[in-house]
């Protein structure tokens, strides 16, 4: 009977440490956040909005390219900011059978880089994130910035999407007299079909029952029976979809849109949506934030204003002014909506113009009405110090719950998009990560 009880008190041990180690996963982890700048949402936010992770020491890590992709739709220029991870197989092997380490680590660099092909059909081998930025922000903020390194450390491909218009190197101006708005998911899906027709597959993208090679006017024909039998065998890939704040509301639109009527490319793996706020009304921002906000977007309006000034149309005029004379957000929204651009939300998703007024607007943008239809794995993180959309989150975080695909996480802290300020657990590579240099955060 001794025995028997040491035996089993020793495998009550066991069984606790079992536990212990079970509840250490991926959404239990310990988090912890400095005191000064972690545990307050607004100046944790303006950190990873500013500062980011340190961007040195890395040309023989990653290639950093920028493509303008053009808009079927209306002719629009998207900038796409790629990072692309360099094999360095190459050079390691031809450092260990060659004295001059210096002129073959430079050779073995360049080929490196020359062989890097993101832009040919059936060409891309590796998995890819494609990254939206949340409102008034761009693919160069730290936040962003941070989750490409991440995810390039890894041996992935970081692509961070410019929503139109915001181009953060001011280099490509909007060729539209429309710009980005919380609702409009066009762009991402243009961007997203291109990609798609660059991820390498086992037939090279040829259809094994009529032997035509696939092409992008052809995968959506719903009518073609060649469509069932198309081989989606895809080595390159898979594309996974990651938005933040008004960028995470387009992601979460986008799979619910494509998943309800079951168009979503295959090559999706999922998608992530961090401080989404489900619910669009930019007329319950408080004060100051609907203030800063709005002047956010007027700065954007005055910066493409060559391009708004080819719109001739005298009501078009009328609203711009009446937009950069609004004192918030939510005014500026209604003065602008008639004229915003907007997509239907089923197939072919054919773009339209204008909403009836802001209320109109807001409803038909929000998330919450499609994130009950996303047929891939979708993570949402929310922060509860989020000080600009946590308490419209919550209220529509049933629907979110009514999905098995959807899973959402809590934090106790972080403000908005505030999570880059935490370093990523010390097993998970990288030099110290967060603000202070290495790669990324426990976010990403």
């Not at 629907?399 to 899973?407: A, Q, S, Y």
Request: glycine content about 12%; overall charge positive.
């Amino acid at each position: 009977r001794g025995g028997g009880n040491g035996q089993s008190s020793s495998n009550n041990r066991k069984s606790n440490n079992n536990n212990n180690k079970m509840k250490e996963g991926i959404f239990s982890r310990t988090v912890k956040p400095s005191l000064f700048i972690g545990t307050r949402g607004v100046v944790a936010s303006t950190a990873a909005y500013a500062l980011g992770s340190k961007q040195s020491d890395d040309a023989k890590k990653v290639k950093r390219v920028r493509e303008v992709m053009k808009m079927g739709a209306d002719g629009a220029l998207i900038v796409l900011d790629w990072e692309v991870p360099l094999d360095t197989s190459s050079t390691n092997n031809s450092n260990s059978n060659s004295n001059n380490n210096n002129s073959n680590n430079n050779n073995a660099s360049n080929s490196s880089i020359d062989n890097i092909d993101i832009y040919k059909p059936n060409s891309i081998t590796k998995p890819i994130i494609l990254l939206l930025h949340g409102m008034n922000n761009d693919s160069t903020f730290g936040y962003i910035r941070s989750m490409m390194r991440t995810a390039t450390d890894r041996g992935w491909i970081a692509v961070g999407m410019n929503l139109r218009g915001q181009d953060g190197l001011h280099q490509v101006k909007n060729t539209t007299p429309r710009g980005y708005n919380a609702g409009y998911t066009g762009d991402l899906r243009g961007v997203v079909e291109q990609l798609e027709y660059r991820l390498k597959r086992r037939s090279g993208g040829i259809n094994r029952k009529s032997g035509k090679r696939t092409t992008l006017n052809n995968a959506r024909d719903s009518n073609s029976n060649d469509e069932e039998e198309e081989d989606d065998d895809y080595i390159g890939g898979p594309i996974y979809l990651l938005g933040y704040s008004l960028g995470a509301n387009i992601v979460t639109k986008y799979l619910g849109e494509e998943s309800l009527h079951g168009t979503l490319p295959k090559c999706i793996g999922g998608g992530a949506a961090m401080g989404n706020p489900l619910h669009i009304h930019s007329g319950t921002i408080a004060f100051p934030w609907n203030m800063l906000l709005g002047a956010g977007v007027k700065r954007s309006i005055l910066q493409n204003a060559t391009s708004l000034r080819k719109h001739h149309e005298p009501g078009f005029q009328h609203a711009m002014k009446k937009a950069l004379l609004a004192p918030t957000i939510g005014k500026l929204d209604d003065a602008a909506a008639p004229y915003l651009i907007r997509n239907d939300s089923y197939p072919p998703y054919a773009t339209r113009i204008g909403f009836k007024d802001g209320e109109e607007y807001w409803w038909e943008s929000s998330s919450h009405r499609y994130v009950g239809h996303v047929s891939v794995p979708l993570l949402k993180i929310s922060a509860q110090d989020d000080f600009l959309v946590f308490g419209q989150f919550q209220r529509k975080l049933n629907h979110c719950l009514e999905n098995p695909n959807v899973v959402v996480v809590k934090t106790r802290c972080g403000g908005h998009l505030g999570w880059q300020e935490s370093p990523p657990p010390s097993s998970g590579g990288g030099e110290g990560g967060g603000l202070l240099g290495g790669s990324g955060s426990w976010s990403d």
